[in-house]
């Protein structure tokens, strides 16, 4: 037999047998690629990322006006609307957070606008010493941002009439000044990550191809570790103390000082997670093309994608039935918060393993060869 | 019988295929090594990680710091004395040493092809590939024509047993009836030109290449062997590994599969290749003399017995061990005992979630483990799904937090592995205590079963 003979029958064999294997009752029998990856990037800067920016930068705007409003007049009513707009705009934060994202990364967007616990001692040092720059990318971190604001309006006195009497005694005007050079900050940094966004939208929204440095990589890598870290560890698993040997952490609860919101928090967080999951638009009700209608494709079925929004959901039931202050919850009741980490590593597990194996994403920073 | 395998034994063959394999071999490696060091990955894969995972029985085995450097160093020199054929018995035996124990550093990086590089230069350290076209021919003034025919056979044996195994392990269920994993993987090949976005989401063709990659490995050793179907054996081979090398990121692996089957062909070939190899050193002004003068004699290379002895009962050993999963009970790829070391290549897209617990077994009070604080990127992802690296981590984290005054330690892993598209399921019985466990060859009892069976091997 010749050789071109025995290749073909090689192959015609091959080719038969692969045809008569695959299941006939597949009505797509000529599949062509028409999920176009770009639609998800399109969707998610334009009706979540940019949006929640147009949201999130006037309200920090605002907040800081209200503070220089009530370094100039020291009103009990002036100290109010800066608690409220803090409030405000903390929430509104939670839908940015997962972006950790080009010029968010490169200015530490995140570690300068919500690294907690803060440090009490390092803000006073601040103010005591003077002598500080919040810009340099040294552990001043833990002394901005959110949770410096919330030591600076809620911690300082166990009630608001107090707080105004500490502001309005001369003696702490340096306090004053120390809450302004912190809204500045958060002004500054949040105005040029969102100058940025709005730069590089065309360029960040054609990178759909599946390498370690593309959009597309990079975001659900960043959305996987947000969901992981700050919301699974940061928010629940640190304060109930499952990595400190059942020691919970109280002081480690996000908003620490007014914990009251800080159900309020988590609840925006996940809603922020599921919405950038099922690509839905900021402050809105209707979906476009995102991780889930991606993982339907890949799958052909909404299996993995329904398994993980009963995740989800699952996860939004158990934190409602926490105490508004998981300050009280953890002293109460710490169960409850460690259920909730369970049932949010039920999540990570299947972010992780199931959506990056069938989506064939590598996780980030892992260069390596294979065989 | 006996007198045809004895004449088989004392046949002699040119020595051309064992230089040009030399040669080959020896560049091939130097430039793997120049690569692996300019990727950082000296630095990233032995330097930066505090721990490290060891080969059973080869704990002693470690990075040692920035002497590891020194270790690439000497492996990169020897491969390049090789290539050339310096010294070569030295040099190749300095590579085989050097290289191996680069590669039981840590399990983290184990790959097919490395240990492909190790069998190789093993078994060249018994033939001699500098019988001709090398510096210790010249330096001797004696050049050999023919070797013992045996010595280039092993080789094409070697090469035989990669290839057989890598396609008899790709007949099972997952592979050919489900076109797992190259269905996940071709399709999100989605961002290459042209095929992309069309051939590359086509089912069929996913079940073509599964089942043309089974027909492929198996067939490829013989059809290399027979002269007539050689050419177009070599065509696919180079079509076969180039492909490969499009689409998946499996480093120099193509290009030394590619240069080694080249000793299965005639040794008039060699001698192209010899000759063209000296029109490139003329060109750059090399004298080139000596070597040409070595053509001109006429000598027969004995081995020692001793050799022969050794390659058989290596060859015989290779032949086994892939097998050695046979002797475990439960599905291969779940519990991936005795997977390594049978060249079952790309068949699994298999990612875990591990998460450690330490358990005071007194008091009942916990805590988890955030891994980052002890392992790599690169280490987590692999060992999330091995159940011996999990073991092995889980020991080192007991005594970790032992030695840091914890009492009563236990670990526990919560560990969730996705297997081929499959949904994730818990993977390591969560009430194991791992530090009372022992890694050996024996069957992993704690590895909860795979709620599915893969059939075949």
Request: aromatic share 16%; hydrophobic share 45%; proline share 3%.
């Amino acid at each position: 037999m010749n050789i071109k003979k025995t290749s073909c029958i090689y192959l015609l064999i091959a080719f038969l047998i692969a045809l008569s294997c695959s299941d006939s009752s597949d009505s797509n029998e000529n599949v062509v690629d028409n999920f176009d990856r770009q639609t998800i990037l399109e969707n998610v800067t334009d009706n979540i990322i940019l949006p929640a920016f147009d949201d999130f930068n006037p309200k920090i705007a605002q907040l800081k006006e209200s503070i220089t409003q009530f370094s100039i007049s020291t009103t009990l009513a002036n100290l109010e609307t800066v608690q409220e707009l803090w409030v405000d705009a903390y929430k509104s934060w939670q839908h940015l957070e997962m972006f950790n994202i080009a010029k968010a990364e490169e200015l530490y967007f995140l570690q300068k606008m919500n690294t907690y616990p803060t440090s009490v001692s390092r803000i006073e040092n601040n103010i005591n010493t003077n002598n500080y720059n919040l810009d340099s990318n040294n552990n001043n971190w833990s002394a901005q941002g959110f949770p410096a604001l919330d030591y600076l309006l809620f911690g300082l006195a166990d009630t608001n009439s107090e707080t105004l009497i500490f502001y309005q005694n001369d003696e702490n005007l340096a306090y004053l000044n120390y809450l302004q050079a912190v809204a500045s900050q958060m002004l500054q940094v949040t105005d040029m990550v969102h100058q940025d966004w709005i730069l590089i939208r065309d360029v960040f929204v054609t990178s759909s191809e599946n390498s370690a440095t593309s959009s597309l990589n990079m975001l659900t890598n960043d959305f996987i570790y947000y969901f992981e870290k700050g919301l699974r560890t940061n928010k629940f698993g640190i304060p109930a103390g499952v990595f400190s040997g059942n020691n919970t952490r109280a002081a480690n609860v996000e908003a620490y000082y007014n914990s009251t919101i800080s159900k309020t928090l988590a609840l925006e967080a996940i809603e922020a997670v599921e919405g950038f999951f099922i690509g839905q638009t900021y402050n809105s009700t209707s979906t476009g093309e995102s991780l889930k209608s991606y993982l339907d494709y890949m799958t052909d079925n909404t299996t993995l994608s329904s398994t993980v929004l009963m995740k989800f959901s699952d996860s939004k039931l158990l934190i409602n039935t926490l105490d508004d202050n998981f300050v009280n919850q953890i002293v109460l009741n710490n169960e409850l918060m460690i259920d909730v980490f369970n049932k949010l590593q039920e999540g990570v597990v299947l972010l992780k393993t199931d959506m990056l194996s069938v989506l064939s994403i590598s996780v980030d920073y892992i260069d390596a060869d294979g065989d | 019988m006996i007198n045809s395998i004895a004449n088989y034994f004392n046949k002699q063959s040119s020595a051309a295929p064992l230089a040009v394999f030399r040669m080959f071999f020896g560049f091939l490696m130097f430039i793997s090594l120049v690569r692996f060091w300019s990727k950082g990955w000296i630095e990233s894969l032995y330097i930066e990680p505090s721990f490290h995972f060891s080969y059973y029985g080869f704990e002693w085995v470690k990075p040692v710091g920035l002497y590891t450097y020194a270790f690439f160093i000497i492996c990169g020199i020897s491969a390049f004395f090789v290539a050339i054929g310096y010294k070569y018995r030295l040099s190749i035996l300095i590579f085989f040493l050097s290289f191996t124990y680069i590669e039981l550093m840590d399990k983290t990086t184990y790959l097919n092809h490395y240990y492909f590089v190790s069998l190789v230069s093993f078994i060249m350290l018994f033939i001699p590939c500098n019988a001709m076209f090398s510096i210790d021919a010249i330096s001797i003034r004696k050049s050999y024509k023919t070797v013992p025919k045996w010595t280039i056979d092993s080789l094409k044996l070697m090469l035989g047993i990669v290839y057989f195994y890598a396609g008899i392990t790709k007949i099972n269920s997952d592979w050919l009836l489900n076109a797992m994993p190259l269905k996940l993987w071709l399709k999100s090949k989605y961002d290459l030109p042209f095929i992309g976005h069309t051939l590359m989401q086509q089912e069929w063709f996913h079940f073509f290449m599964s089942w043309g990659g089974m027909f492929y490995d198996i067939s490829i050793p013989f059809l290399l062997l027979f002269r007539k179907t050689r050419s177009i054996a070599f065509v696919l081979v180079v079509a076969f590994h180039i492909t490969t090398r499009v689409l998946f990121p499996i480093g120099m692996f193509p290009y030394i599969m590619i240069l080694s089957t080249i000793i299965f062909f005639d040794s008039n070939v060699h001698y192209k290749i010899i000759h063209f190899t000296i029109k490139i050193l003329e060109f750059f002004k090399m004298k080139t003399d000596n070597l040409k003068l070595s053509f001109s004699q006429v000598n027969h290379y004995k081995v020692w017995n001793t050799s022969l002895l050794i390659i058989v009962v290596f060859m015989t050993i290779q032949i086994i061990i892939p097998l050695r999963s046979l002797l475990y009970p439960g599905e291969l790829f779940w519990n991936e005992q005795g997977y390594r070391f049978s060249w079952r290549v790309m068949l699994m897209e298999k990612k875990g979630n591990s998460v450690f617990k330490i358990v005071n077994s007194k008091t009942n009070s916990f805590f988890y483990v955030n891994n980052d604080d002890f392992l790599t990127p690169v280490q987590q992802k692999q060992m999330s799904f091995q159940p011996d690296m999990i073991l092995e981590y889980g020991h080192y984290l007991g005594n970790h937090f032992k030695s840091q005054g914890h009492q009563n330690v236990a670990v526990f892993v919560e560990s969730y592995v996705s297997l081929n598209g499959r949904l994730s399921q818990q993977f390591i019985d969560p009430s194991a205590n791992l530090m009372e466990l022992k890694d050996s060859f024996k069957h992993k009892f704690w590895i909860k079963p795979l709620n599915d069976e893969i059939k075949g091997f």
